[in-house]
């Protein structure tokens, strides 16, 4: 599969990508992942250039203004798919959640908001909710735990999904740890705000994790993940981050998070 | 203006915003309050004794000679204190020969007191208990011990049920109505569970059966 | 006392630092999640007495002023007085003139943030009363000076040695060469100690889970039966309460009492549930002869005109604390307030500004535990978030990363400079990195850099990549 796409007929869905920033600047391979995972499953992927960020860093920072400016790019950029698909739940949530209480007082936006709201997805979750996806078919040996980020656990509801896809991949032991829902410490800017506090939390995610004997950790964010892999690194603790999109579509040959080439 | 009027008035800008998104609701009782006779007490024994209660029943004849030998079981000597209600009173006690019983309000020598429920909600456990004028309230929590008689008729499911018992027609509040749900406890030390830190260190509840 | 010279940032690295606390922490969060586990399993309606408990809340701030005045009605058809205090300091001045009308040599109390909130006990101390803390976290700290780290379990902080060092120290009547090793010798000699007190004292004072505006009843919860005895023993009784804590009807009360134990202790209810109504009767066998209750405003009557009003909900049940991994990390003392985790980053700086505890809104990471089980569904990040947005709005007050966020979002929203300027960023990235893997020191993300390694990025934008691939569907 080379991945050209077919023209559209018309009864195919029609995806626009949001890669997010992170996975746009950092780790492009995450975004190659999401697009084969969405074209396997019947999609047809289209990458806005438009897109930079999905603005959660001035939201979260009280900077609606900014923030509202940001959201009506987006809109703008995605308003014609038929759904907008991101590999991250915090992106996910902020067109899905945040975008329509931001724009809900503007009287030309709302309504365009509201509509691409209904229609933005985190990746895993559409594979399994809106396309019936039971199983990419893939290998991957190894033991693996499942981190759950938590603009995807609590804002989308995110939690089964990715451990039933995860549960098909050939060769791959899945164990959970103690704490897979408690925050792993990236919280955006708040990382590097508070970078002692942000620290103590990632330590005790990577200790938990740990404690299973996972080799891998996967997550649904990359935020989470470089936060992971980075404080681990620095701790000399060996211990892989992949996003849970290479996982699922058979691309994690590739040096995990952090690693050298 | 006087801090009350200063207060309402700003309640009153507050609040107002507030009304066109608020309502008044049903109140929701959980499965576990609701059943028939037999299976709320099956369920207020339960409960109590998951609340670290002891929980023993006797026919009201049977009363003195059943805290007799819970006394007798636990080592807790002969000496009870009975808060002076006539229905507690009018039992025979001499039916329970070695047991010292005093009427009257607990003192600092007094280990056992031994006072009367007015109901007790299934949902918990709980026994509901008043101040009155013939019992101290603080007969239901000084001692070491607490025996609460609670006849197994006035067994209801949910704690609303329990105090409108208590309320009756006139729907008049005591001056302290308590829902006392095993013993006293803390876990304030290294957060480890420990009992009887300034209320009793045992409830024993005694159903009386009809 | 706590230091108050250092700010939220030196006060955290020292807790972070401090081992004691944090394996304190670590006991009551890992156990907290385990004991509430049990107890979801134990109650399948929780969410349904959550909604209710919302409901109910909600309702009686819509009609604060009117429940209030109807509270106020039946108190006094009991027999009891009700007193409106604006704020702290009439708070406090009331409080002492009825212990002083009371002739009060000392007065037990159970309980009460609230009374930590007006700084009550100070003020009885300057005005000859001695107050004696019976809640048996409480009057840990009392002897030890220290002000409560957690709203429920105010003394989670510290260890059963220190515990024994503070009786030691405060017992001096005592054999000094008893053994204090564990946590039983050490509830024995607080009981015994504290029974003495209880049947000494002149005036009770203890705060309130509620008011209940049906029958002029205040709503009193403990495990440790130690309220039962502060409002019964004592002559008079005075209860000190935020406005904020009215209900309706006594159901209203019993919606609240469902979740309340659940969410602060995981237990069922706790040991004793108290409706007290009035002094005690005139053919009472027991009970005071006087009782007050002392309304508290101190910025709840504005809050509830603002975009904070959501907060007025809490119960103060402590389950966002026990929950919050920011709190896991730091414990309350670090927060420098009476409330300290996430409702108190909401309640600080909404009841007393934003100068007054700038960090708090900010160290959040977002993740939502908080509002995950709050029993009445207070919407903190949301709450936090607005906090930020009138930091940011705020040139007096220092928000760290400002300039550099308005840079994020001005480039953001300009792709077509974004883009080039993305290719620069990640190729000087690349070269710092080289074929390592990560980057151990950036001096322009020292925040990052300070405690982790910064992964090198892959090399080049997915987006341009991928329209350079080819795969861009023709339209």
């Keep these: 599969m080379d991945g050209t796409q077919e023209p559209d007929n018309g009864d195919v869905p029609r995806v626009g990508l949001f890669a997010t920033c ?62 907008t698909v991101a590999p991250s739940g915090s992106c996910a949530a902020m067109l899905r959640i945040h975008y329509p209480a931001l724009l809900a007082d503007d009287p030309v936006w709302k309504g365009r908001a509201d509509a691409l709201a209904a229609k933005s997805w985190e990746l895993v979750s559409f594979l399994t909710d809106i396309c019936g996806v039971k199983s990419t078919g893939v290998h991957h040996d190894g033991v693996a735990t499942y ?9 989308l509801g995110i939690a089964g999904q990715p451990r039933t896809l995860l549960a098909k991949v050939d060769g791959l032991t899945l164990r959970e740890h103690d704490t897979a829902d408690v925050c792993c410490g990236f919280g955006g800017t708040f990382c590097v705000k508070y970078t002692d506090i942000a620290a103590a939390m990632t330590d005790k995610k990577i200790d938990a994790i740990a404690a299973t004997g996972a080799q891998t950790v996967l997550a649904g964010d990359l935020g989470c993940l470089m936060a992971i892999a980075g404080r681990a690194r620095r701790r000399g603790i060996a211990l892989r981050s992949r996003h849970v999109a290479e996982v699922l579509a058979g691309m994690a040959d590739r040096p995990a998070i952090g690693e050298g080439e | 203006m006087s801090a009350r009027d200063d207060i309402l008035a700003a309640l009153r800008v507050g609040a107002a915003n507030r009304r066109a998104s608020a309502s008044a609701s049903d109140p929701v009782l959980p499965a576990r309050a609701t059943g028939d006779a037999i299976a709320l007490r ?28 819970y006394l007798s079981k636990e080592r807790l000597g002969d000496r009870v204190v009975l808060a002076p209600e006539p229905a507690l009173v009018s039992l025979p006690w001499r039916s329970a020969p070695r047991l010292e019983v005093r009427t009257g309000v607990p003192g600092p020598e007094d280990r056992v007191s031994v006072t009367a429920a007015i109901a007790g909600a299934a949902e918990t456990g709980s026994l509901l208990v008043s101040s009155g004028s013939r019992t101290a309230n603080a007969a239901h929590v000084l001692c070491e011990t607490h025996i609460a008689v609670l006849p197994a008729g006035d067994i209801v499911g949910g704690y609303e049920a329990a105090l409108s018992r208590l309320r009756g027609d006139g729907g008049a509040m005591p001056r302290a109505a308590t829902f006392i749900t095993g013993p006293s406890r803390t876990a304030d030390i290294e957060k480890t569970p420990q009992i009887g830190v300034h209320g009793p260190k045992r409830l024993h509840i005694l159903l009386v059966n009809e | 006392m706590n230091s108050a010279a250092r700010g939220f940032p030196e006060r955290a690295a020292a807790a972070l630092a401090d081992p004691v606390l944090g394996a304190a922490l670590d006991k009551l ?32 701030l819509a009609d604060m002023d009117g429940l209030l005045e109807q509270f106020e009605r039946n108190v006094i058809a009991t027999g009891g007085t009700v007193h409106w205090c604006r704020d702290a300091e009439e708070a406090r001045a009331t409080v002492t003139r009825l212990c002083r009308e009371a002739d009060a040599k000392t007065a037990v109390k159970s309980k009460s943030m609230l009374s930590e909130e007006i700084a009550l006990n100070d003020a009885l101390v300057d005005a000859g009363i001695e107050p004696v803390e019976t809640d048996l976290g409480e009057y840990i700290l009392q002897l030890r000076r220290e002000t409560p780290s957690h709203i429920v379990m105010p003394a989670i902080h510290l260890n059963a040695g220190q515990i024994g060092d503070a009786f030691r120290k405060s017992h001096s009547d005592r054999d000094s060469g008893r053994d204090l090793s564990n946590a039983d010798a050490l509830l024995a000699e607080a009981r015994a100690t504290l029974r003495r007190r209880f049947l000494d004292a002149d005036v009770g004072i203890t705060g309130a889970n509620a008011l209940i505006a049906e029958t002029g009843s205040i709503l009193l919860v403990t495990n440790e039966g130690n309220a039962d005895l502060v409002h019964t023993l004592p002559k008079t009784h005075i209860a000190v309460v935020g406005i904020e804590k009215v209900l309706p009807t006594l159901s209203d009360a019993m919606a609240v009492v469902r979740v309340l134990a659940r969410s602060a202790t995981a237990q069922e209810i706790t040991s004793y549930t108290t409706l007290v109504s009035g002094p005690a009767r005139t053919d009472e066998a027991d009970g005071p002869r006087a009782f007050h209750v002392v309304l508290v405003d101190n910025g709840r009557s504005k809050m509830l005109a603002g975009p904070y009003a959501d907060a007025l909900r809490c119960i103060r049940c402590g389950a966002c604390q026990s929950l919050c991994p920011v709190y896991g990390a730091i414990g309350g003392h670090a927060y420098d307030a009476v409330y300290a985790g996430p409702i108190g980053a909401v309640l600080t700086p909404a009841l007393g500004g934003l100068e007054r505890a700038p960090h708090l809104p900010q160290a959040s990471s977002f993740c939502g535990q908080c509002e995950d089980v709050c029993p009445v569904r207070v919407p903190l990040p949301a709450l936090m978030r607005r906090l930020r947005e009138d930091s940011f709005r705020r040139p007096d007050i220092a928000v760290a990363g400002r300039r550099l966020t308005r840079f994020w979002s001005w480039a953001a929203r300009r792709p077509a400079l974004y883009r080039p300027g993305l290719r620069l960023g990640l190729a000087m990235l690349r070269l710092l990195g080289a074929h390592r893997g990560a980057i151990r020191s950036l001096p322009f993300i020292s925040g990052w850099t300070g405690a982790r390694d910064f992964p090198v990025p892959e090399g080049g934008s997915f987006v341009e990549k991928w329209h350079a691939s080819g795969r861009e569907p023709k339209r």
């Excluded at chain 1, 203004?65 to 009506?72: G, P, T």
Aim: proline letters at 4%; one cysteine or more.
């Design chain 3, 29 to 60: 969060q890992g156990e907290f999640r385990r004991d509430r586990g049990a107890m979801l399993s134990r109650m399948p309606e929780f969410e349904a007495l959550r909604d209710r408990a919302m409901t109910v809340r909600n309702y009686a």
């Design chain 1, 147 to 155: 981190h759950d980020s938590c603009s995807g656990l609590r804002e």
């Design chain 2, 42 to 69: 099956d369920r207020f024994v339960e409960m109590a004794r998951f609340a670290g209660a002891s929980v023993g029943s006797a026919v009201a004849a049977g009363i003195p000679a059943a805290i007799s030998a």
């Design chain 1, 22 to 83: 992170l996975v746009d600047a950092m780790r492009p391979s995450v975004g190659f992942a999401a697009a084969k995972l969405l074209q396997d499953a019947g999609c047809i992927v289209s990458v806005p250039k438009a897109q930079t960020c999905c603005g959660q860093p001035a939201w979260n920072a009280g900077d609606r203004a900014d923030a509202a400016a940001i959201a009506r790019q987006v809109v703008d950029t995605f308003g014609a798919f038929d759904y």
